[in-house]
């Protein structure tokens, strides 16, 4: 079983940026697409972005569309979530997660993803 675990979290300004890094332990982690969902107090967990096994291709949620960009560097078992022009609404704890059925790439439910870190805490000020 993959294990994750995401890192880079902390307080922020708003209009500022934050990287946040998602670890994999086990040789199959470059087999799996990898998503980002963020879920704050009260709130139901929400989607943020995906990645594919390769990491040629990517979706966002609308809501951070163009301001998120994920990447991942397979050889280091690593992916990342590039966040810029940060807003109050992004505070949250961000889990990444693996997509355990591939043939749902493209789906923004939690219900196909899998194997979730414990979170970091991304908090943007006002």
């Known amino acids: 079983q993959v294990q994750l675990r995401e890192s880079g979290g902390g307080l922020v300004q708003a209009g500022g940026s934050l990287r946040l890094s998602c670890a994999a332990s086990?040789?199959?982690?470059?087999?799996?697409?990898i998503g980002w969902f963020r879920q704050a107090p009260g709130m139901e967990r929400e989607f943020v972005a995906a990645i594919s096994w390769s990491g040629a291709n990517t979706y966002y949620a609308d809501s951070v569309e163009g301001r998120f960009t994920m990447s991942r560097d397979n050889g280091k078992n690593t992916v990342d979530l590039q966040m810029s022009s940060l807003k109050p609404e992004d505070t949250a704890v961000y889990h990444c997660?693996?997509?355990?059925?591939?043939?749902?790439?493209?789906?923004?439910?939690?219900?196909?993803?899998?194997?979730w870190g414990q979170g970091t805490q991304v908090t943007v000020s006002s």
């Open positions: 997660a693996v997509l355990q059925t591939p043939t749902y790439w493209g789906t923004k439910s939690s219900t196909y993803f899998g194997s």
């Open positions: 086990g040789p199959i982690f470059s087999s799996y697409a």
